[in-house]
């Protein structure tokens, strides 16, 4: 049997991911192959929808700028996609999509192998998509003391803050600037296009970008010298094992460092 997987997203020139599932197909032993599927506006969302039943794909990945959009396109949502109200996985089953959150787990995995707690502690989010609903979820098991989600469009983030069990206000991204905060959390698509990111606010113990290409991204590199620094690579390769074992039933053993070092190097 062969099993057909694939991503939609738009732009999706920065994704490792069929170079993480190739890997995953490789140690498992299973025929198959991962294609990526741009898709520049929402309306061309419901033809590859189509396509991918017809040729009996057995799930795709959902990327940004999707994540929400991509629900209402289910027939079914996983619990892990409910809690979150982002969807980054859908699994094809007799005609019939069902949405799952994978970045939640993979968000959490990257924190506890990085040994980053974010209880009781003073956070900053940046950003109010799809992502940052999945740090959210995260959060809500392992409540900081306070979040600050800053985002362009703030109103977002207001909805988002309104919606935590714990203490949470929002914010436009300038008048963060000057605060200093435990830990800040990128989730905006800032830098994607190659655009730079000047420094938001100041981190005493730890920058954690969700984006992972260049290895030093945009927001990063902002950022002089100063506290431990993560990109989200290991996210990524988290969340796509979950995701490729609610595809095939198994769930592949990754070696970051190996992973790591044929995407960047590849
Ligand atoms: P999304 O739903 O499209 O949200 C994008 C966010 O970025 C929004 O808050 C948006 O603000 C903000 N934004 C975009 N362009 C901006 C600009 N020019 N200036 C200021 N703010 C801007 O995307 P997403 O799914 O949350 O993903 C966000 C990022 O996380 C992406 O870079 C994605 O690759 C990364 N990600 C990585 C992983 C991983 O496994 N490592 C997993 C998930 C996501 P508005 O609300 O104002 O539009």
């Known amino acids: ?5 694939g991503l939609i997203g738009y732009p999706l020139g920065h994704t490792f991911s069929p170079v993480l599932h190739t890997h995953f197909l490789d140690i498992t032993g299973i025929n198959g192959g991962y294609t990526c599927y741009e898709a520049e506006s929402p309306s061309s969302i419901h033809y590859l929808l189509d396509m991918f039943k017809r040729y009996s794909f057995a799930g795709v990945n959902v990327t940004v700028p999707y994540k929400i959009e991509i629900m209402k396109y289910c027939d079914a949502l996983d619990a892990s996609a409910e809690k979150t109200g982002a969807v980054n996985t859908l699994h094809f089953v007799n005609g019939k999509i069902t949405g799952y959150n994978t970045d939640v787990y993979g968000f959490g995995r990257m924190l506890e192998t990085a040994g980053i707690s974010t209880a009781g502690k003073n956070i900053l989010l940046l950003g109010a998509g ?4 999945a740090i959210i979820a995260y ?3 392992f409540k900081p003391d306070k979040l600050t989600i800053a985002n362009r469009t703030e109103a977002k983030a207001g909805f988002l803050a309104s919606l935590c069990s714990f203490k ?4 436009d991204m300038d008048s963060v600037r000057g605060e200093i905060y435990d830990i800040i959390i990128n989730s905006t698509s800032i830098g994607l ?15 954690v970008d969700l984006q992972y290409k260049p290895a030093v991204t945009p927001f990063l590199a902002g950022y002089g010298s100063g506290p431990e620094r993560i990109n989200g ?5 988290w969340q796509a094992c979950r995701s490729f074992a609610i595809w095939t039933g198994t769930e592949p053993e990754p070696d970051i460092k190996k992973l790591s070092d044929i995407a960047y190097h590849s």
Do not use: R
């Open 233 to 237: 690579f290991s996210m990524l390769v």
């Open 168 to 171: 949470a206000v929002s914010s």
């Open 139 to 141: 959060l809500a098991e």
């Open 130 to 133: 799809g992502a940052a609903k």
């Open 1 to 5: 049997m062969y099993v057909n997987m």
């Open 193 to 207: 296009q190659g655009e730079g990111f000047p420094a938001v606010g100041a981190a005493s113990e730890v920058l």
